[in-house]
């Protein structure tokens, strides 16, 4: 299912010219869309014939959702795929870019979002843990063939995961085929990027391949006392030990350095409205937030014989997180007129290092009409956190100046701790076709957990343990050949993260427990020139943390909240020449029952979660210059933030064209097209909205080799 795109951008790339042209004919085992009436053939593989938007956007198959090469139409759950084509069409550089194109997920602040109403940050590589982006900072896409999305809980394969869906990213592997390309990008706001990416097999048999990617960019929002700078460097190497047995090597590198950072928003009053222009910031020009992370991935893949094969996957990673900035910590009415004018400071420097490694390995049986899968993973994250703070100068809402405490603020520490997080599980999934248009996916993992904290400063230590069980019970029917409706019911489990369970955060909590149902139905229409997706689903969810409202170093547990939409996806080819697609969402998250004397919030909504969300974008092919245009929008309507004050609704345009000249390929993107003043969510008060991105334009040219 594809979604939406509320961003323009297009592509015609030399190797899809004839698929722009004329309609893409793609053959599957698992469904029965059109039957060929060719009698000379012996082939009676069903054809599914699919229009010119479907064959550049959708993808057939997915292993997100089962952990083997699935159709996605006999998957019972909710699955996106945004394959890397609209990655680049999109022109996206991190995965903020991306979450329009999303239905049923908005930006929360930093790195995550809401998904189906639940705050969450969980995000899977290559399908298992291990986010070298662990903590604030927003994972880039350079590297990534493409970001999957499966909605709803997931613990009964994945572990212990939010009930809203988990984002996967697929990195870019080795190709025996030889590609090269490189790549410069300009843009306002003095943004200037390079890459250069080579890709190919090291020997005649091509039974070793390499991939060696370098990505570097710079830019000064428009934020105050801001700029960026990220490099990645993406190194693979991929052997065929046999013609069963491949091994496949991977190492990132990542370094960020955010000047004027950690970002937070912009004070606004109940109503929404900022208090002050939105290119204030509360930090100093001295202020940062820095990430420097190394990732190091093997995988063994071996097919033993036609019945069985399996596979073994070893990540590790190391990131050091480093933060100085400036906390709003108050708003002051300096002259009495009942507008806020001054902002409260807090100097904090925060430090967090990481060290984590995950296990996974599975076997999988194909016998007859079942699939089976069978695995276990284990998972550790260590982490030392360390936290300074004091007291800084009030800063102007209206006639900021800088400068002022630099050097001079004196802080104490007021956290230091080191936690050992372990997290562990077996799993057994069938995937039965009952019959050849009837298909049962059932499955059931047991989740361990093992917590050790060390609270440094306090010289306390705490542990805790614990165990579930989570199932997943769903099936598939093909109706006809245009409509395949399925229905699921789906548990999830996950352990409180361990650096709130101590007492010092107002712990010790108990896991979270969620239940879904949903149902939908996936259809092709006018000949399979327009595909629509339905989905609609009920949560609940138990044992859920917030920040406390009285004090922002601990937090609090609501008893239950529930979660209830529905989501529409179409794409259609209108034309030979003319695509296009609309997406739209509904969720109603609320409070429904509360402990700890917080019974106030029962029936409130959650914080940044829209009602509504609504996304349509089109595209135009010009054939004769071998070029594309499009226009595009996307629509998030009123939501609350943490603190109950309102987030406007907004609506944002964006335009993009592309054409390509012999290898050379350049592409113009301009995001919020009419420069909207917008937030895109709200925090707290005393920090404000999150701001949206301002007008940008990005000119880029790349060159394949």
């Not at 306002?188 to 020997?203: M, T």
């Not at 996974?360 to 016998?367: H, Q, R, V």
């Not at 979660?563 to 695509?579: C, H, K, N, R």
């Amino acid at each position: 299912m594809l979604p939406v795109i509320g961003t323009c951008s297009f592509s015609v790339l030399a190797e899809q010219t004839a698929t722009v042209n004329e309609t893409t004919e793609k053959t599957t085992d698992s469904t029965s869309k059109a039957e060929s009436n060719d009698s000379n053939t012996t082939d009676t593989s069903d054809v599914v014939v699919y229009g010119r938007a479907l064959s550049l956007y959708r993808e057939q198959e997915s292993s997100l959702a089962t952990k083997t090469p699935t159709d996605i139409d006999k998957i019972p759950q909710s699955v996106q795929v945004l394959p890397r084509q609209l990655i680049e069409d999109q022109g996206a550089r991190e995965i903020t870019d991306l979450y329009r194109s999303i239905s049923g997920l908005s930006a929360y602040n930093y790195s995550y979002v809401t998904f189906r109403g639940f705050r969450q940050d969980e995000t899977l590589f290559d399908g298992v843990r291990g986010n070298p982006f662990e903590g604030f900072s927003i994972p880039q896409l350079f590297n990534i063939e493409r970001v999957e999305v499966l909605k709803g809980p997931t613990a009964a394969l994945n572990g212990g995961g939010e009930p809203g869906g988990v984002i996967n990213y697929v990195t870019k592997k080795p190709t025996a085929d030889t590609q090269r390309k490189v790549s410069v990008t300009g843009g306002n706001e003095d943004f200037a990027s390079g890459s250069v990416e080579l890709s190919g097999s090291a020997n005649k048999q091509q039974t070793q391949r390499y991939r060696i990617g370098v990505y570097q960019d710079h830019e000064n929002p428009s934020r105050k006392n801001t700029d960026v700078r990220n490099r990645i460097i993406d190194l693979g190497y991929e052997i065929d030990v046999s013609d069963y047995t491949t091994i496949g090597l991977q190492f990132m590198d990542v370094q960020q350095h955010n000047g004027g950072y950690r970002l937070r928003g912009i004070p606004v009053d109940d109503s929404g409205n900022f208090l002050t222009d939105t290119d204030w910031n509360a930090n100093e020009a001295s202020d940062y937030q820095t990430l420097d992370a190394q990732v190091y991935q093997a995988r063994v893949d071996h097919y033993f014989n036609d019945n069985w094969n399996g596979n073994l996957t070893l990540r590790y990673y190391e990131n050091t997180e480093k933060q100085r900035y400036h906390e709003p910590n108050g708003l002051v009415d300096t002259d009495s007129d009942g507008i806020y004018d001054e902002t409260k400071r807090q100097l904090r420097d925060q430090l967090w290092e990481h060290k984590a490694g995950s296990m996974t390995g599975n076997l999988i049986a194909n016998y007859g009409d079942h699939t089976v899968l069978m695995g276990a993973d284990y998972y550790q994250l260590n982490t030392h956190y360390v936290y300074y703070r004091g007291n800084a100068t009030n800063l102007s809402l209206t006639d900021p100046v800088y400068d002022e405490d630099t050097g001079s603020v004196s802080t104490s520490l007021n956290k230091e701790t080191k936690t050992r997080s372990e997290r562990y599980g077996v799993y057994l999934q069938d995937q039965w076709d009952i019959t050849s248009k009837l298909n049962l996916v059932s499955g059931l993992r047991w989740d361990g957990f093992s917590d050790h904290i060390d609270d440094l400063k306090n010289n306390s230590t705490d542990d805790y343990t614990g165990g579930g069980l989570s199932y997943r019970l769903g099936s598939t029917y093909e109706l006809t050949g245009d409509f395949h409706p399925y229905a699921v019911i789906a548990t999830g489990f996950v352990p409180q993260d361990a650096a709130k369970q101590g007492g010092a955060s107002g712990g010790p909590f108990d896991p979270e427990e969620s239940l879904m149902k949903e149902i939908g139905v996936r259809s092709y229409w006018l000949d399979n020139r327009v595909n629509v997706n339905l989905a609609a689903y009920h949560i609940i969810k138990e044992n859920v943390l917030q920040e406390d409202p009285e004090d922002s170093d601990k937090y609090v547990a609501y008893g239950k909240v529930r979660s209830q939409g529905i989501e529409m996806d179409m794409l259609a080819d209108i034309t030979e020449d003319w695509a296009a697609n609309l997406s739209y969402a509904y969720n109603d998250t609320r409070v429904k029952q509360a402990y700890d004397g917080i019974s106030r919030t029962v029936g409130t909504r959650f914080a940044n979660a829209p009602h509504h969300q609504l996304g349509a974008w089109t595209r135009y092919d010009v054939v004769a210059l071998n070029s594309s245009v499009g226009f595009g929008a996307s629509y998030v309507s009123e939501q609350l933030s943490q603190d109950g004050q309102r987030v406007k609704p907004y609506t944002i345009y964006d335009a993009s064209w592309q054409t390509k000249i012999e290898d050379w390929t350049v592409q113009l993107n301009v995001k919020n097209l009419f420069d909207k003043e917008y937030a895109i969510s709200g925090f707290l008060e005393r920090t404000g909205h999150f701001v949206g991105e301002g007008r940008r334009i990005y000119l880029t040219a790349s060159y394949d080799f």
